[in-house]
């Protein structure tokens, strides 16, 4: 399209909002007048010629057939576009017929949009135009803004005109309507400032985007194919998308059909979507309004391209009913497989925090793909992200696990950094994700990262947050170092050390990402000793400690005699005190059976201060055998549980105590080589985790563990995770050991570690030539005091 015509038409629309809607709405609602002003303008103007054939057809099925309901079939061959119009007016009609009567005017607009076919309606409703129109008429604006778009000065058909002076105006064609639309879109999100760019992105963007999904199999394009975007917002990624394979100048021609589908949660944005699908020839029931991951709109199809640009920071928490049910994953999307250390298969979360739900978007590409059994090209995807995707979640966690399946799967060809404020409504670093299920064979086992965030070119005037862009030579550049995977290091400026800007490429294994998460142990030491203090604790059970502290001060003997009459006063209190206690805690606090349990347990605890004495022990191991004998000779009925709240009142940790004995084990013939199997060392080593020796053969000691001591080291893949803790941990630690059945495997990938260059000192020379050249300056103080 020529771009003098473009910019002419999008400068004359925009007019229109300033000429006639200044004192009618304030500035940034324009766009809800003239975005669903355009798409009716240009629908209508595609119905014009076909008008008298539909009411034809409309007469035929009314008095011919007696039909009643319309053959919508009928309609829409009549009309020749899978919409249609059966009232008697079009937009020029309700112009050149008008009188200053706005109430009439009114009841034929909307007579017109009621004759609309269900899938305009929809675009109607969702654009809110009624209630425009009635607001415009209500304004007497309605005829002005009907008369700025039917003006014979501009031409929104696809047919070539003549203006009033007799000067050819070029037609507009379904691409060139997309443009026009688009800039308009751009121009009302700018505008709007704190929209911009929400439902946008920027053009070399996805041009960027469109290269790296075709250009690497455009000598093997399905000859059908099949394009999906599940955060579709306005259109723009799938008809640029459509527009690069069918350009007839351009390298990639597409042999067939191209269909393209989309998702989209904002009515509004669905709705300009919808029509510009109608606009463009496409079929508008391939695009679906609603939230993407509440309902898997597209359930059981699978699609040959994918590129999307989700919302990233955005909480999902609304729709996360929809996916798990407490920890249960109830989403197929979102239910994956993985192997533990052991090599073991388990189900795996593959959710993300509910705070941001970009990872989400990509699982619900992943499960688009199309299977190599069924489709031998496979599917390719392209998704834009922030810098969280890369690396937050821990091993185990939901985006780790996301990463290590589309990873280990063989699926992750390459991410390209991209520069930051680059997008319209966010500076920070931005990131394209380049997947496929058919990686061609160089590719295998390897991810390429490409950091392009040095290439672009400042803009004259801001868009938003936007200041800069691709130049062509840029995405040329990207493109050729992605496809011909190649790596390229930037040069290095001889005199300042200093990277200089340009692109740089490295290519990794596919485990240079991966990490076991291993935990390291301590043993447990303790101290113990009766006292009254540590013994009055088990007066109250420890998750109500505090309002039952409260209540015994307040009220002393009488908790345990006359409960019922306190206990409004002890709600009060608790909810005076915001201690948010729920019905269960509050019944439990209430209960005089909470009350003699603690009781009864702190009577225990006095009888065995009695027969044990107050003296420290530094030696946890005998204050327990001691504990044991005395209620043993006392035929107590402690429980387990019991015993052991006593034993946590009276004993603390000290570095100093003896090491906390947690059972003797017998490890001889099968059993020895079962467990050195399974732990992969000889018996020398067994130490390193956690069964240490006695003097009897075959006999090892395991200690208890001290919780706030706990370690994780995260350890390459490729690395051996004895030969790691006996480099990294053990001269640190002595008595530390691994605890490898409770190892997890993550993956994180940094841009920052991977494309990090040193930057050496400057040479004494240097420095030296730098501080006499200071010297000049200051008179000779320098060299003075240096004695030079």
């Known amino acids: 399209m020529n771009t003098a015509v473009h910019n002419k038409l999008v400068s004359f629309i925009w007019s229109i909002a300033d000429d006639c809607l200044r004192d009618v709405y304030v500035r940034g609602k324009y766009r809800d007048v003239i975005l669903p002003m355009v798409v009716l303008r240009r629908l209508d103007t595609l119905l014009e010629p076909t008008k008298e054939a539909v009411m034809e057809e409309l007469a035929f099925q009314r008095d011919e057939a007696g039909f009643t309901e319309w053959d919508e079939n009928g309609l829409r061959d009549a009309s020749g576009y899978v919409f249609y119009n059966i009232s008697p007016w079009t937009l020029q009609r309700l112009h050149d017929t008008a009188t200053n009567n706005q109430q009439i005017l009114q009841a034929n607009f909307e007579e017109y949009l009621n004759g609309f076919s269900p899938n305009v309606k929809e675009i109607i409703d969702k654009f ?113 998308s459509q527009n690069f394979i069918k350009d007839e100048e351009g390298e990639i021609r597409a042999k067939g059909d191209v269909y393209l589908f989309g998702k989209e949660i904002n009515d509004e944005t669905y709705a ?171 590719r295998q086992g390897k991810v390429q990262l490409i950091d392009a965030g040095q290439l672009y070119r400042k803009l004259r005037k801001n868009l938003g947050n936007k200041n800069c862009e691709f130049a062509p030579e840029h995405i040329r ?157 006392s035929k107590s009925k402690l429980s387990a549980s019991e015993k052991n709240a006593i034993l946590n009142a009276v004993s603390w940790y000290d570095a100093t105590a003896e090491k906390v004995v947690k059972g003797i084990t017998k490890l001889t013939g099968d059993k020895l080589d079962t467990l050195l199997a399974h732990l992969g060392c000889d018996e020398s080593q067994l130490a390193d985790y956690g069964y240490f020796a006695t003097d009897k053969r075959g006999e090892y000691v395991e200690y208890e563990t001290e919780s706030d001591l706990r370690d994780t080291e995260n350890v390459p893949l490729k690395e051996n995770i004895h030969a790691y803790f006996l480099r990294e941990v053990k001269p640190h630690v002595a008595e530390a050991w691994l605890n490898l059945d409770a190892t997890k495997i993550g993956y994180e990938i940094s841009f920052n570690k991977y494309f990090y260059r040193h930057k050496p000192l400057r040479t004494l020379e240097k420095v030296t030539e730098d501080i006499l050249a200071l010297e000049a300056e200051s008179d000779g103080l320098i060299r003075e005091i240096l004695g030079l």
């Not at 496409?282 to 640009?309: H, Y």
């Not at 489709?375 to 780790?400: K, M, Q, W, Y």
Request: with cysteine; net charge negative.
């Open 128 to 240: 809110k135009l009624k209630s425009q129109v009635r607001h415009m008429a209500a304004k007497d604006v309605l005829l002005d803004v009907l008369e700025k778009f039917t003006s014979s000065y501009i031409n929104l058909t696809p047919f070539e005109k003549l203006d009033p002076e007799g000067r050819k105006l070029p037609p507009l064609s379904n691409l060139g309507m997309g443009y026009v639309f688009e800039e308009l879109i751009r121009k009302f999100n700018e505008d709007n400032n704190e929209e911009a760019g929400e439902h946008f992105t920027p053009r070399e963007v996805i041009d960027l985007m469109t290269h790296v999904i075709f250009d690497p199999i455009k000598d093997d394009l399905p000859p059908v194919m099949t394009i999906y975007d599940p955060a579709c917002g306005s259109g723009g990624m799938l008809t640029e």
């Open 477 to 633: 550049e990207i493109v050729n170092v992605y496809t011909q995977l190649l790596e390229v290091q930037r040069p290095i400026h001889p005199d300042t050390l200093e990277e200089e800007p340009g692109i740089a490429s490295k290519v990794f294994d596919n485990s240079d990402f991966g990490y076991y998460k291993v935990t390291v142990e301590r043993p447990k030491r303790l101290k113990a000793q009766f006292s009254t203090e540590c013994i009055e604790e088990l007066r109250s059970d420890k998750s109500l400690r505090e309002p039952m502290q409260w209540a015994f001060e307040q009220w002393g003997e009488e908790v345990y005699t006359h409960l019922a009459q306190h206990e409004k006063a002890l709600t009060d209190w608790c909810e005076k005190n915001e201690l948010n206690l729920n019905a269960k805690q509050l019944k439990t606090l209430t209960s005089p059976a909470t009350w003699q349990k603690q009781l009864d347990l702190l009577t225990a605890a006095t009888s065995l201060m009695q027969a044990i004495g107050t003296d420290e022990y530094n030696d946890f191991n005998f204050f327990r055998k001691n504990i044991d004998a005395e209620l043993k000779a």
């Open 272 to 442: 300009i979507c919808k029509s510009d699908m109608m606009i463009k020839g496409n079929n508008p029931e391939n695009i679906r309004v609603g939230s993407t991951l509440s309902t898997d709109e597209f359930a059981g199809k699978t699609f040959d391209f994918m590129l999307s640009n989700p919302p990233y920071g955005k909480s999902w928490a609304s729709e996360q009913k929809y996916i798990k049910d407490g920890k249960d994953i109830i989403d197929p999307r979102f239910q994956i497989t993985l192997r533990d250390y052991w090599g073991n298969e388990e189900p795996a979360d593959a959710t993300p925090r509910s705070s941001d739900g970009q990872l989400l978007f990509l699982m619900e590409m992943v499960n688009k793909m199309k299977p190599l059994d069924k489709s031998p090209r496979g599917s390719r995807i392209a998704s834009v992200h922030n810098g969280s995707s890369l690396f937050t979640g821990d091993a185990g966690g939901g985006e780790s696990n996301i990463r290590r399946y589309l990873i280990e799967n063989d699926w992750l060809e390459a991410i390209i950094q991209l520069p930051n404020n680059l997008f319209y409504n966010t500076g920070i670093t931005t990131y394209i994700w380049v997947l496929s299920n058919r990686k061609a064979p160089l």
